[in-house]
């Protein structure tokens, strides 16, 4: 337990990125928890302001669509609402990072130069940063531990990979009070299905949706480990509270499936038999995240959603999501 770090209940609570997925899943549970008050910014790259409809509600919530790239911006933010604690959950889909690869890496770097900087010149007390298991690369040891070396093949998991180090470097030098949360492949409502940048599940649903056949990249035996977002953002809670400075935790299940089956569950599942595409293989696609939860299971009390329960209630989420803004 870290006593001198502000408890969630009560407190000011910024998230960069809150727009998004995972963000905003987020903010719902620190309210949820009792903050006082939360604090939004995403540009909306690909955020959307309605997945923060039910916490806006509340009062409790200000949405600044601004970047967080902007020290400027942040200073604002930390100034008017004497922020305590700092999700940093702000970046740009990995996709990106194929079409524009420069930024997507800066992006990732930046947001947390910033916040770390603001940090240590004493604007708030605690940030709990976001990384990701893209950080890793593809497996030289399975199943992946914290320990696992970086080895990125993205520039968006370069980006995120460099992230990391900085958070553990200020913590080195400055003392900080952050660590690192590490998420594996995450599903579930409101993540984004439009266009290029949408995952494998939302995209497929959406396909299904509008008719479109799915299509499946290389021959489908890459393999993910996946989380339902309702379990990450229950275990980032819990972490808050027990997270050493600058330590990472894994955050993951016990399961991985390769994408073909994953495709065949998602069609199954919406009752799809039609024909799926198949494209060329996706350069640079990690073949395989086999991740090893032993650490989390020992930090918390860590429950886990099963994967076809979690599976149904996202096709459904984007089945009545989909039709409504058709
Ligand atoms: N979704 C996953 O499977 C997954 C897996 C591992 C790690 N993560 C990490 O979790 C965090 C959240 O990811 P997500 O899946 O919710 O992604 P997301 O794309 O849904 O959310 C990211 C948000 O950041 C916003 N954003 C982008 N650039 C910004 C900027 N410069 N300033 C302000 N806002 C900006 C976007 O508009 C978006 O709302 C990220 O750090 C990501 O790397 C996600």
Redesign the pocket.
Known sequence: MNTNRPKILGSRVLV??G?????SHLVDQLLARGASEVVV???????DEANLADAMKTGLVSLYK????LATSLEYIFTKHKIDIVF??????LNYSFLNPANAFS?NVN?VLNLLEFQRRGLFKALCH?????VYGSAVYEPMDEAHPKNPTTTYAAG?ASADFAVESYVKMFDLDAFIV?????YGPR??YKGYLA?IIPITAWRILNGISPELHGDGMQSRDFIYVHDTVDAVIKLYDVMLKGESVNISTDNQISIRDLLQQVCAEMGYRGEIMNKPERKSDVLCHNASNEKIRKMIDYSLTPFDIGLRETLTWYQQHIKEVA
């Open positions: 960069t990125g727009a998004g997925f995972i963000g910014i995403d540009n909306l790259f690909t955020g601004d970047d967080a790239e940093n959950c702000a970046t740009k889909a992006t947001v976001f990384s990701t298991s893209e995120k590490r998420p594996f492949n995450n993540q984004n995952g």
